[in-house]
């Protein structure tokens, strides 16, 4: 299952294949920016081999996303997540930073709570998002979320607070 093409943009499961493409975006420190640190080419693989597991388990996971003609974009899709202590499915997305800017994340994020609502009949998606970072803001508030919560989790025991914006789909 995947979500609809959109009018620039397609979705398909990530791959081994994608280990270069996938390396490039993840290590860039300004894509990875709220992140603790960008991520080597070992957590890139491990990034992979999750969202294939998502896909065995689940149906779903971050995608690859990509131009009609096959052009490398990022990824975005659906994660579980922990917020306050509770399972909350996400939607997450990362652009190459030279097409950052462009709508990419929106159009990919918005087919991607459609298919949240209309396929798995979710009633609450949510976005976590690093305090700092405006332009994730802006792709969660353009899918309709507004700010629920704050929490202090993260993983790898970082202590940041993160921003929990969600819309309910039902």
């Given at each position: ?41 070992d ?10 597991t998502?896909y ?38 990362h ?35 690093h ?6 803001r802006?792709v ?31």
């Amino acid at each position: 299952m995947l979500p609809h093409p959109t009018p620039r943009l397609r979705f398909r499961q990530m791959t081994l294949a994608d280990l270069d493409v996938m390396n490039s975006m993840l290590s860039d420190p300004e894509v990875m920016t709220y992140y603790p640190a960008p991520k080597t080419r070992d957590e890139a693989a491990a990034w992979i081999e999750w969202n294939q597991t998502n896909y065995a388990r689940y149906g779903y996971g971050l995608w690859i996303v990509e131009t009609h003609d096959g052009g490398f974009v990022g990824d975005c899709g659906l994660t579980w997540q922990q917020v306050n202590g509770r399972s909350e499915l996400e939607v997450g997305y990362h652009v190459r930073r030279e097409l950052q800017g462009r709508g990419y994340a929106s159009e990919a994020a918005l087919a991607c709570r459609d298919f949240a609502r209309d396929v798995l009949g979710v009633e609450l998606l949510v976005a976590i998002i690093h305090p700092e970072n405006v332009a994730s803001r802006r792709v969660a508030e353009r899918l309709g979320m507004r700010h629920l919560e704050d929490d202090g989790g993260g993983s790898g025991g970082e202590h940041i607070v993160r921003t929990v914006m969600g819309v309910e789909l039902g």
